[in-house]
């Protein structure tokens, strides 16, 4: 997803699920500003 804000520069939002280690997962979401 991008997530567009001023001066041309945007978000990237990103979410996804680690893999099953240790008998649990993790769900992950990250956001980076790129210009």
């Known amino acids: ?3 567009p804000i ?3 520069k945007h978000i ?3 979410s996804g699920r ?3 280690d ?3 997962i993790h769900n992950v ?3 980076s ?3």
């Open 22 to 24: 240790n008998g649990h």
């Open 29 to 31: 979401e990250i956001a």
């Open 18 to 20: 680690t893999t099953l």
């Open 1 to 3: 997803l991008q997530i």
């Open 12 to 14: 990237h939002l990103v």
């Open 33 to 35: 500003l790129l210009e």
């Open 6 to 8: 001023t001066n041309n």
